[in-house]
């Protein structure tokens, strides 16, 4: 199967960023600790990270060429992009929402998902182990 993931704004500082919350590893640890799982290796993952609403939106839009489904930790416009939310809904592409915090069970707002409804799976508080759950999902959804 083809996979995009998709991170959204700020998890490109994963490492840096409030590592009491996220963990000490970077971006690209998580991706070589997902490409080296047995899970990973009989499917062609694609990642993307953005900070910019607009390029995940055309980012899911490019997917419907040829993309089997889609992990998406959208960061914080989980809690308010209709935008991201009308994209997915769009493409039609089962999409698994991934988050590395528990979201319930942090501040107010983040524990509203306007994305959560257009995906086939939510996967909170997990850490990188959420991606592949998320994987572990599509693969389950997704007839050979
Ligand atoms: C996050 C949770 C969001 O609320 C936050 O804005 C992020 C990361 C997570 O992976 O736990 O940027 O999506």
Redesign the pocket.
């Known amino acids: 199967m083809k996979i995009l993931i998709i991170n ?4 490109n500082l994963l490492g840096k960023r409030e590592s009491d ?2 963990g000490n590893e970077t971006l690209t640890d998580l991706e070589s600790w997902l490409a080296a799982t047995p899970e990973a290796s009989s499917h062609d993952i694609e990642w993307f990270q953005s900070n910019h609403e607009g390029e995940i939106i055309d980012i899911i839009h490019d997917a419907m060429k040829n993309t089997d489904g889609i992990i998406i ?7 308010y992009s209709y935008a991201i939310r009308d994209a997915i809904a769009s493409v039609n592409i089962p999409t698994v929402e ?6 319930e069970n ?2 107010a ?2 524990k509203v998902s306007v994305i959560k409804d257009v995906c086939i799976d939510q996967i ?2 997990l850490g990188k182990t ?1 991606y592949l759950k998320g994987l572990a999902v599509l693969t389950k959804h997704i007839p050979d």
């Open positions: 959204g704004p700020n998890l919350i996220y930790n959208p960061g914080a416009f989980t809690h991934v988050h590395l915090s528990d979201i942090r501040e707002f983040r909170k508080g959420g």
